[in-house]
Nanobody, 116 residues
């Protein structure tokens, strides 16, 4: 089992920045990729960014150049630095951990609200 705890959400004006953190605990040795997903009201959950244990990253096109995902394996923590935020980035952001055994674990989510 893997437990994930997110932090760092909040209210920010358009053009501002926020950094999300996600700390993993439990069977951390089983984790391969970690990432962030988001779900806006009335929409499906979508991938924002992922990073493998080796550091390979993947981003949704709409956040490329604005968001950066990073991972500290020693601290079992993944970060999402979000710059140049837009109102359309408003959503609940969820941390995800995908294991080598093809299991998915999710955090409870943290709300990011971007005002125009």
């Amino acid at each position: 089992q893997v437990q994930l705890v997110e932090s760092g959400g909040g209210l920010v004006q358009a053009g501002g920045s926020l950094r999300l953190s996600c700390a993993a605990s439990g069977s951390i040795f089983s984790i391969n990729a970690m990432g962030w997903y988001r779900q806006a009201p009335g929409k499906q959950r979508e991938l924002v960014a992922t990073i493998t244990r080796r550091g390979s990253t993947n981003y949704q096109d709409s956040v490329k150049g604005r968001f950066t995902i990073a991972r500290d394996n020693a601290k079992n923590t993944v970060y999402l630095q979000m710059n140049s935020l837009k109102p359309e980035d408003t959503a609940v952001y969820y941390c995800n951990a995908a294991t080598y055994g093809k299991e998915d674990y999710w955090g409870k989510g943290t709300l990011v609200t971007v005002s125009s």
